[in-house]
């Protein structure tokens, strides 16, 4: 019998889909319903002591699309706004009326030991089941050398799991960044440090772009802007390669996150490490309804395949990944064009011509190939406006 639950560290998640720190778990009443509606858990918005401001920017969000498709989001929004004490009494109702969900606390403060450790004493006695170390929001906040400024150094990331290891009475997992240059080598700090799990990724830092009227970069905040965070779908194959070098290099559990917006994303994390995963982006532009079908097209997967539970898919994909030099190079690809779907407009043998290799030519009778000027790129196949061009092998 196929089942969606599955356990880490002794937690038992009765889905593997539970909602990233982010808006949509800001709110007592919005966890309530997001848990009502079938998430299996959530990590609560980044929790900070009281007395760290939060003041945040507005407007905070700017996008990418593709026509109406959010495909890229960046924001520059802070923490919590809820107190401490706020949270406590918000777990402690949510673990009364949803006693089956996770919580996860998300913690920050500032690099102090007291004020780590005092954090996380607070939140030991709340109806919690484990820690997240916020080591990696890019703009929250690297002038108070908190966020990014400490998951950037293996050091401090290594210091920082210590303390709160030292006082934790539940397992802690460090949420990693994408915005370091191996991201490996801070989950084996970490790690070394006494980190229970990982969880990765947080967003890429960026800037989506300035008008150039008024040469404001955006979001525009007064006529200022600052670098952000970028998520979403366009983000996915980033956070797949995390998730992936942290599997190569460690066995702790990995909450996978970034650009999860389907059942098959998730599958696809849970092939390269991830033993549960969260979605942030995919929820704020469609809401909390979309757990549906995600819960339905995993089940049926992992059904179809014959697998038990998603702790049966974990890691399949990790063998299938090398280093260049010893990808087999002796075997080729080739075009193989649908007749009936090509459009003869000729994009595809422009595009050859122009990007190296002059293999297709288009003809009176169509797209013709000559087999001796192909590499086997198989850039045309990706630009085809008909989707008529396919790659086969040669026999
Ligand atoms: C508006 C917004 C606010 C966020 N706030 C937090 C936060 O407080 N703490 C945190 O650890 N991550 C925060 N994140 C990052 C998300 O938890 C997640 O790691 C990231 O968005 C990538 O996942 P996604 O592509 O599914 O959105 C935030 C993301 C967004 C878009």
Redesign the pocket.
């Known amino acids: 019998m196929t089942t969606l639950a599955t356990n880490v560290l002794g937690i038992d998640f009765e889905n593997p889909f539970i909602l990233?720190?982010?808006?949509p778990t800001a709110k007592i009443e919005s966890l309530d319903k997001a848990f009502s509606l079938g998430w299996g858990g959530a990590?609560l918005?980044?929790i900070t002591p009281d007395d760290l401001e939060m003041i945040d920017a507005s407007p905070r969000?700017a996008s990418w699309k593709m026509g109406n498709r959010v495909c890229g989001?960046e924001?520059i929004?802070l923490?919590?706004h809820l107190t401490v004490q706020q949270w406590i009494d918000g777990i402690a109702f949510l673990r009364k009326k949803h006693p089956t969900k996770v919580q996860i606390a998300?913690i920050m403060a500032p690099v102090f030991k007291e004020e780590w450790q005092k954090l996380v004493k607070a939140l030991n006695n709340a109806a919690i089941d484990a820690f997240?170390l916020?080591f990696?929001?890019p703009h929250?906040m690297p002038e108070k050398d908190i966020g990014m400024a400490i998951g950037t150094s293996a050091e401090a990331s290594a210091m920082i799991t210590e303390w709160v290891k030292e006082a934790a009475e539940k397992p802690v997992f460090v949420?990693l960044s994408p915005n370091v240059s191996n991201i490996a080598e801070i989950a084996k700090a970490v790690e070394m440090a006494g980190a229970d799990g990982l969880a990765a990724?947080?967003?890429v830092q960026s800037l989506m772009g300035v008008d150039l009227d008024t040469f404001e970069p955006q979001p525009n905040v007064n006529g200022q802007s600052t670098f952000g965070?970028y998520?979403?779908i366009a983000?996915k194959p980033i956070g797949l390669r995390c998730v992936a070098q942290l599997r190569q290099n460690s066995k702790l559990p990995i909450l996978g996150?970034?650009?999860?917006s389907s059942w098959r994303d998730a599958a696809e994390y849970m092939c390269v490490g991830a033993d549960v995963v969260?979605?942030?982006?995919?929820v704020?532009i469609n809401g909390y309804g979309v757990i549906e079908t995600m819960k339905k097209g995993l089940f049926n997967y992992l059904s179809s395949k014959g697998f038990n539970s998603p702790a049966d898919l974990k890691n399949k994909a990790i063998d299938k990944l090398s280093a260049h030099r010893s990808l087999n190079k002796q075997k080729q690809v080739y075009p193989q064009i649908d007749r009936e779907l090509c459009g003869k407009c000729g994009k595809c043998a422009t595009i050859c011509a122009e990007s190296e290799h002059s293999a297709l030519s288009l003809t009176a009778s169509g797209i013709v190939l000559n087999p001796k000027a192909c590499v086997g790129c198989s850039l045309c196949s990706h630009l085809c406006p008909k989707s008529a061009i396919k790659m086969v092998n040669a026999d």
């Open positions: 990233a720190s982010a808006p990590v918005k980044t969000y989001f924001n929004e923490l919590s998300s997240e916020n990696s929001c929250g949420k990724i947080n967003t965070g998520s979403g983000i996150i970034g650009g999860i969260q979605v942030c982006t995919e704020m």
